[in-house]
């Protein structure tokens, strides 16, 4: 069965510190891949997606992702955090047998001011 | 455009009663999603609709909940008889026929069963 695994449930930076949040996927096939996020009292919202291509794929606000398949990762970076990235981060796939989301269980990032 | 909407934000029931979630799409978005979390768990798939058939329901987790989606646009959830594990957020997503995986997300009913 897919899953998503993310390393960090939370996380706490200051700011200007940089930031790394693992994430893997299992699955032997093709797949999508995401990250989401979500801001104090909003919704659901994509920050990058990788469909093909380049590996390194760059969102908004400043986040980038790196796919490795070799590794079935998708880490999600941004080299100087700020305080306005409080939020929590959900990495998530899509495999090429359907159209359902398979998420990870979130991080929860708090920057400091 | 208007995004993905949903009705109530927050609905506070008793076990063994019946709560009805609301959630309209993106207009033009023939799929619509229904995913769930549970508190401390990661959100998971309900089922998909595309226009008013159901793709796929096998994230449903028992016969207490129903979904539909007459004529293909808005969708209810229905719980009943609610249970105290029921409790959760659950969001709605569409998405277009065309690129169902890019998938945009309403701001979620949070349940809570007492």
């Known amino acids: 069965a897919q899953s998503v695994s993310q390393h960090n449930h939370h996380v706490i930076l200051s700011e200007a510190a940089s930031l790394e949040l693992g994430c893997n996927y299992s699955?032997?096939?093709?797949?999508?891949l995401f990250w989401y996020v979500q801001y104090p009292g909003q919704h659901l919202q994509l920050l990058l997606k990788y469909f093909s291509g380049d590996p390194l794929v760059k969102g908004i606000k400043g986040f980038e992702a790196e796919f490795i398949k070799s590794k079935f990762s998708f880490n999600l970076r941004k080299p100087s955090v700020q305080w306005s990235d409080t939020a929590e981060y959900f990495c998530a796939v899509v495999s090429d047998r359907d159209d359902k989301i398979i998420f990870g269980k979130g991080t929860r990032l708090h920057i400091l001011p | 455009e208007a995004g993905v909407t949903q009705f109530p934000s927050h609905s506070v029931i008793e076990k063994g009663q019946t709560v009805t979630l609301r959630c309209d799409p993106i207009s033009g978005h023939d799929n619509l999603y229904w995913y769930r979390r549970v508190m401390g768990k990661e959100i998971k798939f309900l089922l998909h609709f595309v226009k008013e058939s159901k793709q796929d329901e096998s994230g449903m987790p028992n016969n207490r909940f129903l979904a539909e989606r007459t004529g293909g646009t808005y969708s209810t959830l229905k719980v009943q008889p609610a249970e105290l594990e029921d409790s959760g957020v659950y969001f709605c997503a569409s998405s277009q026929v065309i690129r169902p995986d890019t998938q945009y997300f309403g701001p979620g009913t949070r349940l809570t069963v007492l």
């Open positions: 699955y032997g096939g093709t797949v999508n």
